[in-house]
């Protein structure tokens, strides 16, 4: 069985974390455990790296699928490299180091899709907030201390990569990190203002985190004619 280190239900969905193991025979044994023959041939052409992350988000999904009540037929990618999921599920995949995590949702309203990001809550070495954040969220770390900012702009990084994720699927094009902007409340709920071109459309958004085992974890829902 998986190592299962989190299942919650949030508002964006089930979200499951599983522990990476290490060693590339301990991944193997997770496929071979957890995984379909489909699942685990596409995983077996990768190098070490990839293979690890990619057995970790099928286990995860595949747990977060079946506490939900849902099965799937071989979750492979699709053209964009998400995962393809039976018709009425959304879901995504994140990973970092020791873990890997998956939201899947039901298609309620019809339209919609979510994404989620994991990261490991500690300062970063670089200082990325110059390449993430716009003006205005600029402005918002002003008078933080180097730890407090440095995980505050992390913090904004991880909300914007489930954002993107959940967008993706509408766009199907690498949105940059200066065409949303991000205001995130202390609650754990945030607003998204979006600096799209017009001919992209119109969106509703929602983004969600939290702090956790020395976690970060942000998810998103995208709603296409918000």
């Not at 079946?66 to 799937?72: D, E, H, P, V, Y």
């Not at 699709?78 to 873990?99: F, M, N, Q, T, Y």
């Not at 914007?160 to 949303?180: Q, S």
């Amino acid at each position: 069985m998986a190592d299962v280190l989190f299942d919650w239900t949030l508002d964006h969905g089930r979200c499951v974390g599983v522990t990476l193991p290490e060693a590339d025979d301990a991944i193997t044994a997770m496929a071979a455990e957890s995984l379909l023959p489909e699942e685990r041939a596409a995983a077996a052409a990768f190098g070490a790296v990839r293979r690890r992350a990619w057995v970790g988000g099928r286990v995860a999904m595949r747990e977060a699928l079946a506490r939900i009540g849902k099965t799937a037929l071989p979750i492979l990618a699709d053209e964009r490299g998400a995962p393809r999921l039976p018709p009425g599920i959304v879901g995504s995949i994140s990973h970092k180091d020791h873990v890997a995590v998956a939201l899947v949702a039901t298609e309620d309203r019809g339209g919609e899709r979510v994404g989620v990001d994991v990261e490991i809550d500690a300062p970063r070495k670089r200082d990325i907030a110059a390449k993430v954040l716009r003006p205005e969220e600029l402005a918002t770390l002003e008078g933080m201390g180097a730890e407090e900012r440095a995980r505050a702009v992390l913090l904004r990084f991880s909300a914007k990569e489930a954002v993107y994720k959940a967008l993706d699927p509408y766009l199907k094009r690498y949105v940059g990190f200066l065409e949303i902007a991000v205001t995130l409340e202390d609650d754990g709920t945030g607003e998204v203002t979006p600096h799209l071109p017009a001919g992209d459309g119109a969106f509703a958004f929602e983004v969600r985190w939290m702090r956790m085992g020395g976690l970060m974890v942000t998810t998103a829902r995208v709603t296409a004619g918000g």
